[in-house]
């Protein structure tokens, strides 16, 4: 429902900064197991053994491991993508393009004061201040 948010529209943003610092690091982690795995599983295939069966059964419960890690990641992606889609909807309400400017660089893009700063032209105090107008903006609009 649209019921009025329990979170501020910064701390909205802040959340989705860190849900896409989770997602982040899940793909990351996951890349980082499958290649170890995948390392490990030329050594299977190589040393045969009569341990085969209990490798085998080890290697069954990390892959259904795998599979449960991959339908989180999914979920978690899924979560992201609505949280940027809804911070994308509402900084695009803002009329000026300065603020507009800077909280989609600042929030859905992540860049530096410094990037923001040298790629628009505008002091460090100017940036901060679009930010803070942007924001109060977005507020009072909700």
Same mark, same amino acid.
């Given at each position: 429902?649209?019921?009025?948010? +329990?979170?501020?529209?910064? /701390?909205?943003f802040? @959340?989705m900064?860190?849900? !896409?610092r989770? $997602?982040?690091m899940? &793909? ?17 295939e ?18 259904? +491991?795998?599979?449960?890690? /991959?339908?989180?990641? @999914?979920?978690?992606?899924? !979560?992201?993508? $609505?949280m940027?889609? &809804?911070?994308?909807?509402t ?8 603020e ?22 505008y ?5 901060? /201040?679009?930010r ?10 909700e």
């Amino acid at each position: 429902g649209n019921g009025k948010e +329990e979170c501020s529209v910064k /701390e909205f943003f802040e @959340k989705m900064i860190s849900q !896409k610092r989770k $997602v982040e690091m899940m &793909k990351e982690e996951y890349q980082r197991i499958k290649q170890s795995l995948d390392i490990s599983g030329i050594n299977y295939e190589n040393t045969g053994g009569s341990s085969g069966s209990r490798k085998a059964d080890a290697m069954a419960e990390i892959v259904a +491991e795998m599979v449960d890690f /991959e339908k989180e990641m @999914k979920q978690e992606e899924s !979560k992201l993508a $609505v949280m940027q889609l &809804k911070a994308t909807a509402t900084i695009s309400k803002l009329t000026d393009d300065n603020e507009r400017e800077v909280l989609r660089r600042w929030y859905l893009l992540q860049q530096s004061e410094e990037k923001i700063r040298h790629d628009m032209g505008y002091s460090q105090s100017m940036i901060y /201040e679009f930010r803070k107008r942007g924001l109060k903006h977005l507020e009072t609009s909700e």
